[in-house]
């Protein structure tokens, strides 16, 4: 699909070159109606001004976009560090964008082939489900890397997907929590009609309950809070405080990100209850401040220096000619620390 260009979108409107890039600018110099047909053309046909080319120098440019979604998450700084490193020592420049949680990171990637003339992009985080003709325009190869689950084209789209199983290994935690004799247990998750990767976690509590011939009780599934900023502390600790406020049976509680666990932790500290005698607390990632907190953080470890490292290593052998796009999950490990403990039983 060929992009639209100013020529284009001139001739959509019967008028000239100049004019468009004027009613673009906002010049004043233009007529008010003239102006309003160019910018209802250009949004009517997805037109995206292409600065670039008031510079040939970036239209030639050897770059890689990085678009992540959840920027202040320790995971995609540990990644973003691997990516950026292997971008380096092959000469190129890495463009970093924060892609914010209601956006659409195809119209920002859209935007960003165009602006800055990258030779591939890698989105990090979110969940990645769009129409094929929407994703041809952009015109360059892409990668999807620890994007929750596989879109469900991803076999007729021509990129690839890197990701942990969440659903699976978010079972993986669930099933230690019941043998070590938890059966009353909570999560902190994301909206119901959330298809993330933290929904992909909720199927997989859901999953392991049901499999462990534990009923699911709906009251002990929580959602995120609203008034705070996704997957931080203050909202771990936000949403554990209202809970024990609720004053619910449960000894366990699954929080699917260790930032928000780590809040959650302070939350019953704070309650005069102790983690983890009156409530074991565990987490999903796997960051090293998990390893620090008081106390240690039992959670799932994703490899992230490695998907971080087969991502960009994939996206040049795919720039190269060395290699087509491809599809890989890989394995998380549990790491069973300080903050669950065996219930002792009657």
Do not use: W
């Amino acid at each position: 699909m060929e992009e639209l260009t100013i020529k284009d979108v001139a001739r959509i409107c019967g008028v000239g070159v100049s004019t468009v890039s004027r009613a673009i600018n906002n010049h004043p110099d233009i007529n008010p109606e003239t102006k309003q047909k160019v910018m209802d053309t250009i949004r009517e046909h997805g037109y995206i001004p292409n600065n670039s080319a008031r510079n040939l120098k970036r239209i030639d440019a050897k770059s890689i976009a990085v678009l992540v979604k959840g920027m202040t998450n320790p995971v995609f700084s540990s990644m973003i560090k691997v990516i950026e490193a292997e971008i380096k020592r092959k000469k190129y420049a890495m463009v970093l964008n924060h892609v914010n949680q209601n956006e659409d990171e195809v119209d920002v990637a859209l935007e960003v082939v165009k602006e800055k003339r990258v030779r591939g992009i890698i989105f990090l985080g979110g969940y990645f489900n769009h129409d094929e003709e929407k994703l041809e325009k952009l015109q360059v190869p892409f990668i999807l890397s620890t994007v929750g689950a596989a879109p469900e084209n991803v076999d007729n789209m021509q990129c690839s997907f890197l990701t942990v199983d969440d659903e699976k290994e978010s079972y993986k935690m669930i099933s230690h929590l019941i043998d070590r004799g938890h059966k009353r247990i909570a999560i902190l998750c994301v909206e119901m009609d959330e298809k993330s990767v933290g929904y992909r976690r909720l199927l997989g509590y859901r999953k392991a309950l049901r499999d462990h011939g534990i009923a699911v009780d709906e009251r002990l599934i929580r959602e995120m809070s609203g008034k705070q900023e996704a997957y931080t502390y203050e909202n771990g600790y936000e949403v554990m405080r209202e809970l024990l406020q609720e004053d619910q049976d449960f000894t366990a509680i699954f929080v699917i990100s260790d930032i928000m666990a780590m809040g959650a932790c302070r939350a019953i500290i704070d309650a005069g209850k102790r983690v983890p005698e009156d409530i074991a607390v565990a987490g999903f990632d796997g960051i090293a401040a998990g390893d620090y907190f008081i106390p240690r953080i039992t959670t799932i470890r994703q490899p992230v220096e490695e998907i971080a490292l087969t991502t960009i290593k994939l996206m040049f052998e795919i720039l190269e000619g060395e290699r087509k796009h491809m599809q890989q999950v890989f394995e998380g490990e549990l790491m069973v620390k300080e903050s669950t403990v065996k219930l002792s039983l009657p």
